[in-house]
């Protein structure tokens, strides 16, 4: 399995713009569909987007859709998740997940979080 670990979480107000990183290390990343969840203070865990090995086909939430966007860089084992038009809604504790083929997300590599807070 790959390590995963996240960073570029902060405080932002409403409206602002955050850029999350994942780091994975292992030389088998591109074997790994990759993706990014969140978890809210006294909520359940939520899927937030996902993105293929090669790049593309990327899938998103409905929340974030055309807020968010999802990309990944091979060549540096990094996935990346651009917020836009951060709203409170997405105060969360966001985790990236590494997943290979024809398993389960609740089975692949996860990171240790890191935390978004939006004021509103």
């Known amino acids: 399995q790959v390590q995963l670990v996240e960073s570029g979480g902060g405080l932002v107000q409403a409206g602002g713009s955050l850029r999350l990183s994942c780091a994975a290390s292992?030389?088998?990343?591109?074997?790994?569909?990759m993706a990014w969840f969140r978890q809210a203070p006294g909520k359940e865990r939520e899927f937030v987007a996902s993105?293929?090995?090669?790049?593309?086909?990327?899938y998103y939430a409905d929340r974030v859709k055309g807020r968010f966007t999802i990309s990944r860089d091979n060549a540096k084992n990094t996935v990346l998740l651009q917020m836009n038009s951060l709203k409170a809604e997405d105060t969360a504790v966001y985790y990236c997940?590494?997943?290979?083929?024809?398993?389960?997300?609740?089975?692949?590599?996860w990171g240790q979080g890191t935390q978004v807070t939006v004021s509103s």
């Open positions: 997940a590494a997943v290979q083929a024809g398993s389960t997300w609740d089975a692949g590599s």
């Open positions: 292992g030389r088998t990343f591109t074997s790994y569909r």
């Open positions: 993105i293929s090995w090669s790049g593309s086909s990327p």
